[in-house]
């Protein structure tokens, strides 16, 4: 059973790009959580989604980002016009859409680098 | 809101000896609390989590960990330390019975001496 798998794992952008992250979660996974990782932090989350639906956005920022999960394909997280305080390694995670799982397993992650 | 507090940034220990990592929360209710190890340049892998039922839990790596109520705390331990062990250590919450976000920790490096 493959893992969570995140693409790319690292991404180069220019300040002003658009960068586009993807998140393929486990087999038999409907639920989706986004973080991201400064450096020398923790994890901050971002956003929580089940299929097509948007759980909980209370980590996104107001502007710039948004995130999806559609019916079919993997989720994306984007960031418009990327500035130089969005470098960060960005973590996908997903669990089990049972009552009682509660663990989350997350990606290798993609270092976004904007230059 | 729910806070982690883990004391101590940077831990060094001698291989072969105890390691203790320590994590405090903050919250309004007993919430569902869980370590993950961190390898550098890799995701998160979980440790073990505590939900409910017996307050001490153990986990991969001989690691385990004891939810204290009354502390509030959530410390990690190993009883001897190997050099594999060295890495970042996240301590980290969620709501109690329902699918949610996790709030972590900044994280403990933990060194591993020889």
């Known amino acids: 059973n493959a893992g969570v798998m995140q693409n790319p794992r690292h991404l180069v952008r220019r300040r002003g790009q658009e960068a586009r992250l993807r998140c393929s979660p486990m087999?038999?996974?409907?639920?989706v959580y986004w973080y991201r990782q400064l450096p020398e932090e923790g994890l901050k989350f971002m956003v929580y989604?089940?299929?097509?639906?948007?759980?909980?956005e209370s980590g996104m920022p107001k502007e710039r980002f948004s995130a999806e999960f559609p019916k079919e394909g993997p989720s994306i997280l984007r960031i418009q016009q990327v500035v130089r305080g969005d470098s960060a390694a960005y973590f996908c995670?997903?669990?089990?859409?049972?009552?009682?799982?509660?663990?989350?397993?997350f990606g290798p992650g993609t270092r976004l680098t904007v230059t | 809101a729910q806070s982690v507090t883990q004391l101590g940034s940077h831990v060094s220990v001698s291989e072969g000896a105890l390691v203790l990592l320590r994590c405090n929360y903050s919250?309004?209710?007993?919430?569902?609390l869980f370590w993950y190890v961190q390898y550098p340049n890799q995701g998160l892998q979980l440790l073990l989590k505590?939900?409910?039922?017996?307050?001490l839990v153990k986990g991969i790596n001989g690691f385990e960990a004891e939810f204290k109520k009354s502390e509030t705390s959530f410390h990690l331990t190993k009883p001897s330390a190997h050099m594999s062990d060295a890495a970042e250590y996240f301590c980290?919450?969620?709501?109690?019975?329902?699918?949610?976000?996790?709030?972590f920790g900044t994280g403990t490096r933990l060194q591993v001496t020889l």
């Open positions: 995670a997903s669990s089990l859409p049972l009552a009682g799982a509660y663990e989350q397993y």
């Open positions: 087999k038999g996974h409907s639920h």
């Open positions: 989604l089940q299929k097509e639906n948007i759980i909980d």
């Open positions: 919250s309004s209710v007993p919430p569902y």
């Open positions: 505590y939900t409910t039922g017996a307050t």
């Open positions: 980290a919450v969620s709501d109690a019975g329902t699918a949610s976000k996790l709030t």
